[in-house]
């Protein structure tokens, strides 16, 4: 099973929001939010909360796929999120998320016995390419699986 469609199976706010994986790898995730006129604003375009929910999950992705390996001794937790929108998205957009610290850092703090912080960057794009929005989710793994 892939990591989009475990999460797919286990994260109910991923099939409420229909988001698909398009791409995880450990050092980025690609998930696209369609147009839905449900989850739309006020000005036509997909709700903030769906834009957030959709950039949380496309850094949830690549953190998954960059530290599956450790689950059995620490858990994959969010510290802090920020978004900051940028331009009006409307139809359906993508969000990039790119992991901001080589694994190998995270992992050697962990062998250590500490619980390492690494900042995951976002990006939300439009159709034709345009930025609207950018987030940066701070993640850890807590030692104890």
Request: aromatic share 4%; net charge negative.
């Amino acid at each position: 099973m892939s990591i989009g469609e475990l999460l797919a199976a286990t994260v109910p706010m991923v099939r409420t929001l229909n988001l698909e994986y398009l791409e995880t790898t450990p050092e980025r995730a690609v998930l696209s939010l369609p147009d839905q006129s449900e989850y739309r604003n006020h000005v036509g375009g997909p709700h903030a909360g769906a834009m957030f929910t959709l950039g949380e999950s496309a850094s949830g992705a690549v953190v998954l796929a960059a530290f599956g390996d450790q689950l059995a001794r620490a858990v994959p937790l969010p510290v802090s999120a920020q978004i900051a929108f940028k331009k009006i998205a409307l139809g359906p957009v993508k969000a990039t998320a790119t992991l901001g610290r080589p694994a190998a850092d995270v992992v050697a703090e962990l062998d250590e016995g500490k619980r390492p912080e690494f900042p995951v960057t976002v990006a939300i794009q439009r159709e034709d390419g345009a930025v609207t929005g950018e987030m940066t989710v701070v993640w850890t793994l807590r030692p104890g699986g």
